[in-house]
């Protein structure tokens, strides 16, 4: 497989990649220590805001990384025959308190739809869901021809 073509994406471009999908990888650090987790979102492509709905238990690997309320990179991708493209937001992962809940944000909450692939060992009361948003300071998007 050879690469034939690298285009940056125009922001409309970028825009409609991140509409089309409702999954992506966030990515989060702490010191040396990387962690990477598959999620669902919501996006405001007029904020540039992403909203996210995450769940984890109290003792999770998770819940350690998101108490440093890091800066975070959320990556979303789709292939199409010879042709892939992603788009990789940027910004600093902020909680949002139930409390400071407007109507505007509780739209884009419903339609970070948890994936099927979060599968919980866990009792349901054991575990806690938290509201995100992702601002993102960096957001670019790629598309890849391949010659076959």
Do not use: C
């Not at 108490?67 to 042709?83: C, G, H, I, K, M």
């Amino acid at each position: 497989m050879a690469l034939n073509t690298q285009t940056e994406l125009p922001p409309d471009e970028t825009a409609a990649i991140l509409r089309r999908h409702e999954t992506g990888v966030i990515s989060l650090a702490r010191d040396d220590d990387p962690y990477a987790i598959p999620i669902s979102y919501g996006y405001d492509p007029d904020e540039r805001t992403f909203y996210l709905r995450l769940v984890s238990s109290p003792e999770s690997e998770k819940r350690r990384f998101l108490a440093s309320t890091p800066t975070a990179r959320l990556v979303v991708y789709e292939e199409e025959t010879d042709t892939y493209r992603s788009v990789v937001a940027q910004g600093p992962l902020e909680e949002v308190e139930r409390d400071d809940l407007s109507v505007e944000h509780i739209e884009q909450y419903g339609e970070a739809k948890r994936p099927l692939f979060e599968i919980w060992g866990e009792e349901k009361r054991d575990l806690d869901i938290h509201l995100y948003r992702l601002v993102a300071e960096t957001l670019s998007g790629r598309e890849i021809t391949v010659e076959r």
